[in-house]
């Protein structure tokens, strides 16, 4: 419907004028393909950085992105060495649409 678009474009005009304000100043910065890590702040936590439309494609088709609560977060998960596990994590809760969970784990 008419509303629909609007309601899109509309979205869509947000969306890049926010990409305009907060990434599209750090773009030369970054080499192409580079990992970006975001540390959103406030209401910056509810923006999807990865959609966030650019002339040719959307910011996380440029660069891998990863969001962290907090730079220290971000800085103590890289300052721990890499877990060793030799498993996998398995998680399910049986239901009625999936009865057999619990055997299949």
Request: proline content about 10%.
């Amino acid at each position: 419907s008419g509303h629909v678009r609007q309601v899109e474009a509309s979205t869509h005009a947000h969306l890049r004028r926010l990409r305009a304000m907060v990434v599209d100043p750090l773009l030369s910065r970054l080499r192409s393909g580079c990992p970006v890590v975001i540390a959103a702040y406030g209401p910056l936590h509810r923006v999807p950085f990865q959609a966030l439309p650019g002339e040719a494609s959307v910011f996380g088709d440029q660069h891998p992105i990863m969001l962290t609560p907090s730079g220290s977060v971000f800085a103590l998960g890289r300052a721990r060495p890499p877990a060793r596990g030799t498993g996998a994590l398995v998680l399910g809760v049986a239901d009625r649409h999936a009865p057999r969970i619990v055997a299949e784990a």
